[in-house]
């Protein structure tokens, strides 16, 4: 029996439990880091994830004294409102909702898919593109901390690299300059020492311009078959029936026959891939 209950408790933790938990510590990499850049006077240390946390953790507890469980439960439920806007910011979440949404505008369908279809879909696969991410904080940050081998300050700052790692990968150069002089940055030795508070803001910047234009390419053919039923409808004199009711039955069988969801599925998941 003693040797069954860990098994029982490791095939509990389910793999949507490890994904909370990897993007619960990005979190807290990104408030409690502290990113060292380089600046023209000289690289200048900046004080690590371990130290930020300690002092965060004496300033809410004072005099050095442990949190009780009832102030650790209160932090760790105001970190988990925080989950959905990381969701949103740090994960390819944003490119595929956005993508999702002018597809079924294209279409001509107003509530079909519903959000909530489209959500869903937006959010397995971000899971499927982040997956590779999550596998590594999970096996490097999640797994040793849940066996005790690593401290809690170690497991934040290797998944905030993970997802920094990530994120870099999908930004576009130009976004990066561009927060980069709004913060008065020069350059930086390395990319991995750019902070947060600018790679956020250039990450979705990039996510929204890559969104749109692939949103661009997809609305193209659906904008070619309502401009030729809308040409016949003017010509046949048909000027009271609206074109958008004969021409979604045509590009709905346009998306059918070219198999679109897996096509736009499929390109979607191929973005990420670097």
Do not use: C
Not at 6 to 29: F, N, T, V
Not at 229 to 250: D, E, K, Q, W, Y
């Amino acid at each position: 029996m003693s040797g069954a209950t860990p098994r029982r408790r490791r095939a509990g933790k389910g793999l949507l439990g490890w994904w909370i938990a990897a993007i619960l510590l990005a979190a807290l990499a990104i408030l409690l880091a502290t990113p060292a850049f380089a600046q023209a006077t000289g690289p200048v240390a900046a004080p690590g994830a371990s130290e930020a946390l300690g002092r965060a953790l004496d300033d809410v507890a004072g005099d050095g004294k442990p949190l009780t469980l009832s102030l650790q439960i209160l932090v760790l439920m105001g970190l988990l409102t925080i989950l959905p806007s990381m969701l949103l910011m740090m994960t390819s979440f944003t490119r595929i909702i956005i993508v999702l949404s002018i597809l079924r505008q294209a279409l001509g369908l107003q509530q079909t898919p519903p959000n909530q279809v489209l959500i869903g879909l937006s959010l397995f696969l971000s899971m499927f593109v982040m997956a590779p991410t999550f596998t590594e904080i999970n096996s490097r940050a999640v797994a040793p901390y849940a066996a005790d081998t690593i401290e809690l300050e170690t497991a934040i700052e290797i998944s905030g690299k993970e997802f920094h790692k990530f994120m870099i990968k999908q930004t576009r150069q130009t976004d990066l300059k561009l927060f980069m002089d709004l913060a008065k940055e020069k350059s930086f030795a390395r990319p991995q020492d750019i902070p947060f508070s600018i790679l956020l803001p250039a990450f979705v910047t990039s996510e929204l311009k890559t969104a749109f234009q692939i949103g661009f390419m997809i609305f193209l053919p659906f904008l070619v078959i309502d401009l030729v039923v809308a040409s016949t409808l003017m010509a046949l004199g048909m000027m009271m029936l609206s074109p958008t009711i004969i021409s979604m039955p045509f590009k709905l069988l346009l998306f059918v026959l070219v198999d679109g969801w897996a096509l736009t599925m499929g390109s979607l998941a191929g973005s990420f891939v670097t």
